[in-house]
């Protein structure tokens, strides 16, 4: 699993929680300014080449 989430503040980057994990990855958070992007993966196993959940949401109202 892979949880990410990227500030709109370019100079704060991204954080993220990644590994093999039971039940969820995070919590992650934005350090600073209003809107965000999350992006979610998660696997059957760490060398599956699909994924059961990949995607890119906004994470907070802009």
Do not use: H, W
Not at 40 to 57: E, H, N, P, W
């Amino acid at each position: 699993m892979k949880l990410k989430l990227c500030s709109n503040v370019i100079a704060d980057g991204c954080t993220q929680d990644s590994g093999t994990f039971t039940q969820y990855a995070g919590p992650v958070y934005q350090k600073r300014g209003e809107c965000g992007e999350a992006t979610a993966i998660m696997k059957t196993s760490s060398g599956a080449s699909t994924a059961l959940i990949d995607a890119v949401r906004g994470a907070t109202a802009c």
